[in-house]
């Protein structure tokens, strides 16, 4: 299977699962969108009530923010992939809890396997927990780190300063600096914007046959 193909089965895989309690007051699940090969990922935390409702990631006021910072950033939205790391929205917009995390990382797993991005965003304390387990966002924000093969870089979530507008300032700053970042990214990795090395096109096409999930 293609990496799309793969992308597009843990979409269906994902608007069917009953993996945890969140799917029993779902409306619409939010797998997730962008390209299959987005060098750029960016993992948020889990859909809110726009989201929901139309089954697409940051739609919301959140979202509209998220699109003004990668405005600002020079990163347009088509050309990356933007999930969450829970696929279905919490009540009340709750914090995601331990086992509903769990239960839909194999979902988030299998989709970054798939698009095997070099660089991954997180969004909010929870996906950066997941790559930098124990870390304070209020101390690393904004502070790239190699992850395994790829460079992480955390981020406050976008709905943060919606709720704090002491962190907007912040935010704003860390998203300024998102180009530089991507850039030393890049020369770290010795490619150009948007480029992916042979290596990792070939690793992408190798590693959806090998998933067992579906």
Known sequence: MSAEEII??????????TNCALHESRKKSVPGEGP?????????EGPGFHENEQGRPFVGAAGKFLDQLLAQ???????????????CRPPGNRDPLPEELAACDIHLEAQIKAINPSIIVT????SMNKF????????IHGQMRKVGDRFVIPMFHPAAALHQAALKPAIL???AKLPELLKQAR???????GEKTKEETQQQNEEPKQLSLF
């Open 73 to 87: 950033a020079g990163v347009t939205r088509v050309d990356v992939f933007i999930g969450n790391v829970v696929k």
């Open 8 to 17: 597009s089965k843990i979409a269906e895989e994902v608007s069917v699962c």
């Open 173 to 175: 700053a860390d998203f």
């Open 132 to 139: 930098i387990p124990g870390a304070k966002i209020s101390a």
């Open 187 to 193: 020369a770290a990795q010795g490619k150009s914007a």
């Open 123 to 126: 969004l909010g304390r929870f």
């Open 36 to 44: 299959a090969n987005a060098e750029i990922m960016f993992i948020g």
